[in-house]
């Protein structure tokens, strides 16, 4: 299996803050990478797919890059509701795996 | 709009057969293009991919499940469903069906809509 590795496992970051997650795959993934936001007692939400392709209706400030094995997100300026958790996915391989969870929280 | 809708039993007792089934609508169950998915997460925990089929009943699972899994595909009723065997405290958690859409032949996958998740407890 392809292990995803997310850094921080938590942040806290004040309205407005520029915010980055990182997520390494165990191996080369080319783009082949998903970010998902969940919220408290939510089913995960769709943000970003294939490293950089922002989802219909996600605003702008959500972006994603990378490409091989190390990969970004980031939230250019940190909205209450942002407040979640957020996961990278991978599909270059079966199983699909996530990576651990990085909760953002305000500051 | 494409809605997915989990049922199933909130409690199952350890050694039982836990299953669970996803009712889709607003889409064709049978487009070539989707895949039907199980996802699980325990309680204050990560996300684990546990299986999808497609429209051709073809099923892949996550190999730390595969000798207690079985997804399949009920496209009279719009539904899929699980099926896991010799269930644990280890396999209490959330249930979510998800929809994979493949895109340009691979490039893209995606899971685009999800159910809002069942809880399952496994208790005696």
């Known amino acids: 299996d392809i292990q995803m590795t997310q850094s921080p496992s938590s942040l806290s970051a004040s309205v407005g803050d520029r915010v980055t997650i990182t997520c390494q795959a165990s191996q080369d993934i080319s783009n082949y990478l998903n970010w998902f936001q969940q919220k408290p007692g939510k089913a995960p939400k769709l943000l970003i797919y294939?490293?950089?392709n922002l989802e219909t209706g996600v605003p702008s400030r959500f972006s994603g890059s990378g490409s091989g094995t190390d990969f970004t997100f980031t939230i250019s300026s940190l909205q209450p509701e942002d407040i979640a958790t957020y996961y990278c996915?991978?599909?270059?391989?079966?199983?699909?795996?996530f990576g651990q969870g990085t909760k953002v929280e305000i500051k | 709009q494409v809605q997915l809708q989990e049922s199933g039993p909130g409690l199952v007792k350890p050694s039982q057969t836990l299953s669970l089934t996803c009712t889709v609508s607003g889409v064709s169950i049978t487009s070539g293009i989707f895949f039907w998915s199980w996802i699980r997460q325990p309680a204050g925990k990560g996300l684990e991919w546990i299986g999808r089929i497609d429209t051709s009943g073809s099923a892949n699972y996550n190999p730390s499940l595969k000798d207690r899994v079985t997804i399949s595909l009920d496209t009279s009723m719009s539904q899929f469903s699980l099926n896991l065997t010799s269930v644990t405290a280890a396999d209490t958690a959330v249930y979510y069906c998800?929809?994979?859409?493949?895109?340009?032949?691979?490039?893209?996958?995606?899971?685009?809509?999800w159910g809002k998740g069942t809880t399952v407890t496994v208790s005696s």
């Open positions: 998800a929809r994979e859409m493949e895109v340009a032949a691979g490039y893209y996958y995606y899971m685009d809509v």
């Open positions: 996915q991978q599909y270059a391989n079966l199983p699909r795996t």
């Open positions: 294939t490293a950089s």
